[in-house]
């Protein structure tokens, strides 16, 4: 399973010093699991910050690690891919791992572009690059504005909905099943499956194993029935990918193309319904939704951390001597809020988009995965302000509740009411 695949609510985290296992930079580690993390991750951050840019984190299970948090020295990790491998099999705490951790979806090797070094990653990366580059932008916009005006419609005439169950989270894996070329049965088969995989526990693995089925499925049609799609143009690329590599990098486009769009879209929303910077212009939108999207990747990045990198030699980051096969955990939207660089979006700093919520370097998000994912989400959030005029928060924005995530940074829901419309 890939990073996006498995859900993360199995540990949710909040930063106290604890003491840490025999290695004694690991005593007065921060321990990286709790119940209290995910409602304010930002003060999270800065209390770490406080100890430098790189710090000892404890896992479930007191597994060590060292969360980055500095922009730079993010930046000076994900830049070295050759020095901080994506391959997990480098890890040194693989003796010290139960078969049952509950972090093992983001660390245990498969055979995806995501975990692959070099010259294998690179061929890889540049088929699904070149794939995605070659949709027809048109056709995605289109299709875009399909999904979401079709998504309204099933709640316009309600006055009340919660954007994110019912608008926010399908809109993406719909877009993404008709890039795909996907037969509409197992459309809707696939988003009730990747839904029941994001959720984690048991079930997770086994629908995980129906969605790979499906995607095995779509292979050997696009290779009898090829078209306009990625699929086919993956079949057709001259890096000759194996069927498994296919089947692999697909299921990594979609889920990873899924969650953090559906939570960035959702996270938008939020944030221009209860900042009176976006509120006054809600009912026009368009000049503030740009605007919004941009500061969400700042402030509130869908993906706060990924697991992760590590060194094939001993090293030094941020101060830290890090060891060989040491865990490298990569602190996305700590780094966004690194004081050195965070813009001053009060101040006017809205196209600044130098953040790292799409990652960064050889395995950030391929070319064009971002521009794709900015469409899917600026029409969702523009067509919604546009059909719903007058919507508002049903609930005090101070209760609104964050997913008790390690990776996302989501809303369990977002409750609105609206004057009841008509279908269109």
């Known amino acids: 399973m890939t990073d996006s695949m498995q859900s993360s609510d199995a540990a949710s985290w909040f930063a106290v010093p ?22 304010d991750p930002a003060a999270a951050f800065q209390e770490m910050r406080r100890h430098g840019p790189v710090v000892p984190v404890l896992l479930e299970g007191d597994i060590p690690g060292w969360l980055v948090l500095g922009y730079r020295e993010l930046r000076y990790v994900l830049s070295n891919p050759t020095l901080f491998v994506r391959d997990s099999r480098h890890w040194n705490q693989w003796d010290n791992i139960p078969p049952d951790w509950p972090l093992m ?121 090829p078209g306009p799609d990625l699929p086919s143009r993956l079949l057709a690329h001259p890096a000759g990918l194996s069927d498994e590599e296919l089947i692999q990098d ?20 939020q944030l221009m319904l209860t900042d009176d910077r976006f509120a006054m212009t809600l009912s026009g939108g368009r000049r503030s939704v740009g ?37 490298l955990i990569s602190g996305l939207a700590a780094a966004n809020l690194d004081p050195k660089v965070h813009p001053d979006f009060h101040q006017g700093s809205a196209g600044n988009h130098a953040h790292m919520s799409f990652g960064y370097g050889a395995h950030g998000c391929p070319h064009p995965a971002p521009e794709i994912a900015e469409i899917i989400a600026h029409i969702a959030v523009e067509t919604l302000l546009d059909r719903l005029p007058d919507v508002v928060l049903a609930v005090p924005p101070e209760s609104l509740e964050w997913r008790s995530s390690i990776q996302m940074r989501s809303l369990e829901a977002l409750p609105v009411e609206f004057t009841p419309g008509y279908q269109i």
């Not at 025999?22 to 005593?27: A, D, L, T």
């Not at 697909?250 to 929303?269: E, R």
């Not at 402030?299 to 030699?313: D, F």
């Open 291 to 327: 605007q919004a999207l941009n500061e969400v990747l700042w402030k509130e990045a869908p993906g706060q951390i990924a697991i992760g990198r590590w060194p094939i030699m001993d090293t030094q980051v941020g101060g830290r001597h890090i060891r060989a096969g040491d865990l």
């Open 250 to 269: 697909l299921l990594l486009t979609m889920t990873a193309g899924h969650d953090p769009t559906a939570t960035w879209i959702s996270n938008t929303l």
């Open 18 to 39: 604890a003491a840490g296992p025999e290695r004694s930079e690991f005593n007065g580690a921060f321990r990286m699991y709790g119940r209290t993390y995910h409602q």
């Open 105 to 225: 979806a983001y660390v245990g090797y498969q055979p995806s572009m995501l975990f692959e070094v070099g010259a294998a990653h690179d061929r890889r990366a540049g088929a699904v690059s070149e794939a995605l580059a070659a949709a027809d932008q048109f056709e995605l916009r289109a299709n875009c504005e399909r999904v979401t005006e079709g998504l309204i419609n099933t709640f316009i005439g309600s006055g009340r909905a919660d954007l994110t169950a019912q608008y926010a989270n399908p809109i993406p894996l719909l877009v993404l099943a008709s890039m795909l070329g996907m037969p509409d049965s197992d459309t809707r088969a696939l988003v009730g499956e990747v839904a029941t995989t994001l959720n984690g526990g048991p079930a997770a693995m086994q629908a995980y194993h129906r969605v790979h089925a499906i995607m095995a499925g779509l292979l050997d049609l696009k290779r009898h029935n």
